[in-house]
């Protein structure tokens, strides 16, 4: 796994009103831009090339990410047509590899990446995502969420109360994932009944059409926590998970001298 793509090009528009002054994902976390600590986290857990999907405010980005030492390309989506589409964008700058693909907006420790990627080295699956078993204070209908059952994802479906996991914003791919991305009817299909489907390219769309297919989508579970910055206080919750997850790790040190 030495490829990651950044997908930072929406517009946040759930994350008003900080998203009038800088991408979401360029949302200090414990005084660090979260592009930045995700970037160098995937670095950790060896990646050796970056490539970053930016659109609206993309200047704050740009500007997170300033001299890093990761190779970076930037690639411009003009207009946030989804997920979906922006990782397909990107797949000419990657080749016939495995990669990563990582949301800007989610805050997780770099274990957590080590974790998918030793999920997916073990499997060898086309598709393998983090997936994060629902905790009381989330509301299955704000997520895209899932199914799972024996290791594996066995439904997807957006804002529906009758899932038990929600994705995490997290993904490993084989390159050949390219013409399910080419396939995607351009809308999320699988909602409940009754349910508007959003007008966008969903990269969770394409991972249940590959279900549907006969593909197993196998999951890692977050390492320590996972905080998807959707909503303003969002922010809060991420910043008080990083802070204690930081005390842990003086602890552990602490105990181990």
Not at 76 to 97: C, D, N, W
Not at 166 to 175: C, K, S, T
Not at 189 to 213: K, N, R
Request: with cysteine.
């Amino acid at each position: 796994m030495k490829t990651a793509v950044i997908l930072c090009a929406g517009q946040g528009t759930r994350f008003w009103p900080y998203n009038e002054v800088r991408h979401k994902a360029a949302t200090p976390v414990m005084n660090r831009p979260n592009v930045r600590r995700l970037a160098e986290s995937l670095q950790q857990a060896g990646v050796e090339r970056l490539i970053v999907v930016v659109g609206a405010l993309e200047a704050s980005i740009r500007a997170a990410l300033q001299g890093l030492s990761l190779p970076i390309g930037f690639i411009r989506q003009s207009q946030p047509t989804g997920t979906a589409y922006a990782v397909l964008s990107a797949l000419p700058l990657i080749g016939e590899e495995p990669f990563l693909v990582a949301y800007g907006d989610i805050v997780t420790p770099t274990e957590t990446i080590r974790s998918l990627i030793a999920r997916h080295e073990e499997t060898r699956a086309l598709a393998t995502v983090v997936a994060q078993a629902y905790l009381p204070q989330h509301d299955p209908r704000d997520w895209i969420g899932a199914q799972v059952h024996g290791g594996q994802l066995r439904q997807i479906e957006g804002h529906s109360a009758d899932t038990n996991y929600r994705l995490g914003g997290l993904f490993a791919f084989q390159p050949h994932i390219r013409d399910a991305l080419n396939a995607h009817p351009g809308l999320m299909t699988s909602v409940p009944v009754g349910g508007m489907p959003p007008l966008e390219a969903e990269l969770a769309q394409t991972l249940q059409t590959l279900i549907e297919q006969g593909q197993q989508i196998p999951f890692a579970e977050p390492v320590g926590f996972l905080v998807d910055m959707d909503k303003p206080w969002h922010i809060w919750e991420a910043n008080a998970r990083w802070l204690d997850y930081e005390a842990s790790q003086l602890q552990t040190d602490r105990i181990g001298k």
